[in-house]
């Protein structure tokens, strides 16, 4: 199996390649895309957006397609889906399976549908657009560029256009049958093999423009701002005379625009998918500039890239500095023109490799594919719901703190949709739908109570449009986290839009004692995780549309937040301060402990402010020894326990809990649950313990003997050196 992860990168994408820590099986042709690429077999449009005027498969050819319709017809043969499917990735085929790091992997799944990593939104709202965010919204730029860098790697190029051309095979095996029976029926041929290049070029186009767009336009909003303080900036003693050696605000200034420099140009030459070798597939004449800019190998284009950028550049500054043969500029005009020279190149270079960009850009495919939906409904008449299902599963609120609340929810999540092109045509029409657990008869935070509940209505008409794959629930800290500050940033290091409100997305269909088929990809996912309201839409919504994740691959990039919230795709810089964060909240909550091992007389909770605000997830490092069951601390509350300081206490609890699964630690996690039972001062009960811990081994002992071994979900801490860049 081919391993990716030792890849060392580019000046540009050196962090991403260190960052790999939690590696999963890539199957690099995304499987959604064979359901996709049906659906324009059968006459919807290409992922560009165009409808081309060609033979397409008929409603009654696609019978050959069934699952249940053996092929060829009339032999012994597997239904073709299920052999093509097989050649994306499987137990029978896995020879061209890649191992990848989970950071590039989910961003290469979301930028396969043409998803943007960010939307404007997002991007304001993370103050990626604030200087003092500039390394993050650089790392959030490159991180694309390692995954096409990742895309072009020699083997996972091979192993890319093999995938393809296997299944073209399959579709040229089809189109025998059919075009047999066509010419029976005296129909014009079809080919459902060069409907599969069709596609696939079209699906390319729109996936790399899209990613590329975003890249440049982003890159070139943090350029502005740079470019006009070099021009404006006069350091001590510069009165225009010969130039010196710039000082400490230039040098920055000037690194920060090589950065963008060097995204700008990689991104040029890097997203791109070059279709060298695919059947069926026929290249345009080549364009203007040396033919290695356009070499399907990304080293040489790389390299051909670079030596003919120097050219371009020095043409340009040559031609700049005709301008001032009568002045001699400051040193912030000659830094700022030595600077507009290379852009100058840059822009001319993006032709010569990439071409004229796209008059129009190709929308998600999702929004074109949910705009189709909701206009088939207009039309047979059907006003029916869309979005998600929300149940309140908090009641402890007056009926005007719960309105106020709905109101900052709605709020912030249809602040959505900047930067998705076609985004307007279906944003009025994805609603939350508000159900009342109460009314329902679900006690408070009855998760599973309303899984069952949710169930049972899906199937429903009124409710068939729904989102199945999840639905949100409001939960005690849900509320909070829109009503208090109880879930902010505790320092100033910590981005302060990765800390706004969020809502719990529940996995309906989600079996604890089954678990889920690889829980080494998404250690410690219970069926439930907490997302950002302004993310239900863009991301959770689009990728549940689109197939191409569920719940537990969001979870990893959730699980290394303070509070377990996703916030969007994540970064090393920003996964870095995560993790130093919550272990020195690890270390507080330590000190406390040992204080009360200490002085078991004094009372040691502190003021409700302070804990709210500093202590609100579980810790993300590596505990010291699992403890045994008699040195289980028994929570001794103050004497006037409030309803808020109970419902701290299950949260810390529940997370610790987590955090011990998590861990690779299940015994010591079932322990919790007599705490969690008990009421605060309670003293647990050692023999309930002793079946806690029974039932557990129990469970352990049946995933051995089925083969899944121990929920061992880490292995150690990761400890990156962290380059910004």
Known sequence: MYSHIQAEGTSVTIAHCKAQNLPVVDRILEPQTIPHFLQFALGEPLPNGSQPNIERLSVEEASFLQHDQ???PGTNGEPIVTSVMARIGSDRDSSRLCMVGKNIQSLKSRLWEGIIPLSDQLWQEKGLDRPEHFDFACQHLSAVIAVFQYLNVPTVRLYLRDTFNYIYDHWTALDTVLNKRRAEQGKERVSVAGLWTRYMTAHFEMMTERAHRWVTVHANALQAPLLRALLQYRPPGDDGGPLHEPDAVQWKITDSLHMLTEIIGNADFTIMIPMDG??????PPPRAGPAALHAANLLARSKAYHERLRLLTREAISRNAAAWTDSIPSSGESYHATSRSQIEGLNKLRKEVRGAPLETVPREPWITACASKLKSGRENGKDEKYGFAVYRLTYGQTESEWTEFVRKVEAHVSDWGKGQTGSSTIKEHLKLHWLDGKELGISEGGVDASKQHFKSIKDDDDWSNLEDGAFLVVDSASFASYTTNSYSPATSQ?????????????DPDFDPQKGITRPNESPGFNGQMRILGSLVWSDLYSLLASQTSDLKDYWPLASGHPNMVYVGPTIPWQRYIWQKHSEMRWELLRAVIDHVKLNPGMPVTPPQAEVTSAVTSPPVVEPTAAPETASLPSPTPPAEQDAVNGALRTFLLTEF???????????????VDELLHIQPGEEPDAGRLRQLVDDEERRQEQRRQDGLGEDEETSGEYQPDCPLQ
């Open 70 to 72: 053996n092929f060829p």
């Open 278 to 283: 695919y059947k069926g597939y026929w290249a």
């Open 494 to 506: 910590l981005i302060t839009g990765d800390f706004s409100g969020f809502l719990l997305a529940v």
């Open 657 to 671: 809990q987590r955090y011990l699964r998590h861990q690779g630690q299940p015994r010591t996690a079932a322990m």
